[in-house]
């Protein structure tokens, strides 16, 4: 068997021709959605990350702030850059780019944003709703993106078995709550660090997911045949054949193609779709302010 592609590049393409629509409407009212982002510091990574969500605000004609802070920021200025943009009338969303600078409380700054601009959806009140089950939060983009592959893809969940590897704030927490969701109806189990036997607990999976970052963690042998498997793991390994020396690879090992029924490739899996989703939050933040 080799496994289906799940290309989040396309599904990425069509959300964002979805929302070309929406912004289309919001225009005759006279918004143009706004993302402001901050990046304190120098990590290339971060700016790389930054970039692409610059460029995908300017594909689809939302407006994009970027705030540039020396990595010697103090928690007080970063704090002071949120409340102005807090307060900014035509400012629909707020991101401020993580890893923060050594010394800096990421989690007093994501508090500090406004839940309605907290387009990233890592505010309390965000991930408090989203335990609640209730509507009118943000969804965090990369467990939302994972959704939709998962939702677009025709993937039953109902009565399924899902494991979600890792148990991060940002990705395998928030995921394994919505897998687990009414009407999204699955039975999640969640591994981590300390879990025994993650092989065989991975391979009952009818949807497996791998938020670890640890390259190829997951081998053909911990996989259902047939099972949906969702790579979000991004990372970076030396190779000589390449001009940059380097290249990315995600947590499941090549061999899982020959198993899996379906399965995103990494790089153009996840990724598109977690910018995919900051997009459509900007823009439910510019419906609800308009
Ligand atoms: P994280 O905060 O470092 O969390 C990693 C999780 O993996 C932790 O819960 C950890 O368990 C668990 N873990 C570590 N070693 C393990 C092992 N041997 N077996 C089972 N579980 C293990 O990472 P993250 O921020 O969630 O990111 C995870 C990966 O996804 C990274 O490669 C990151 O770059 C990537 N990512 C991709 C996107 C995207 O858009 N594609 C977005 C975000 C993140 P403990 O809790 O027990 O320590």
């Known amino acids: 068997m080799t496994a289906i592609v799940l290309d989040g590049k396309t599904m990425a393409q069509e959300i964002e021709n979805e929302l070309l629509e929406r912004i289309g409407i919001l225009a005759t009212l006279g918004t143009v959605p706004c ?54 009338e035509k400012i629909h969303g707020i991101l401020v780019q993580s890893p923060l600078p050594k010394g800096l ?17 890592f505010h309390p009140s965000n991930l408090g ?17 994972i959704m939709e592959i998962i939702e677009r893809s025709g993937t039953v969940t109902s009565g399924k078995s899902s494991v979600v590897l890792g148990r991060s704030r ?33 391979k009952a ?42 290249r990315i690879i995600g947590d499941v090992d090549e061999g899982a193609w020959g198993v899996a029924g379906r399965m995103t490739p990494v790089p153009g899996g996840v990724g598109p779709m977690t910018i995919a989703m900051l997009m459509k939050n900007t823009v439910i933040s510019a419906e609800r302010k308009s």
């Open 205 to 246: 999976a009818d949807i497996l997911v791998s938020a670890v970052g640890v390259p190829g963690i997951v081998k053909a042998d911990w996989i259902k045949e047939g099972a949906t498997v969702i790579d979000v793991g991004i990372n970076r390994v030396l190779d000589n054949s390449k001009k940059s020396g380097s």
């Open 129 to 145: 709703r989203l335990v609640m089950g209730l509507d009118g939060g943000f969804l965090p983009c990369t467990p939302a993106g």
């Open 170 to 202: 940002i990705v395998g927490m928030p995921l394994s709550l919505m897998l687990a969701m009414k009407g999204v109806d699955s039975t999640v189990t969640v591994v981590h660090s300390k879990s025994v036997e993650p092989r065989e607990i991975c």
């Open 35 to 88: 993302l402001a982002v901050v990046i304190a510091g120098n990590d290339p990574a971060s700016h790389v990350y930054v970039r692409n969500k610059e460029a995908a605000c300017s594909r689809l004609g939302v407006m994009s702030i970027r705030i540039d802070l020396p990595e010697s920021v103090s928690q007080k200025e970063l704090m002071d850059v949120v409340s102005e943009l807090n307060n900014d």
């Open 105 to 121: 409380d990421e989690f007093e700054v994501t508090e500090s944003i406004s839940p309605e601009k907290d387009v990233d959806g």
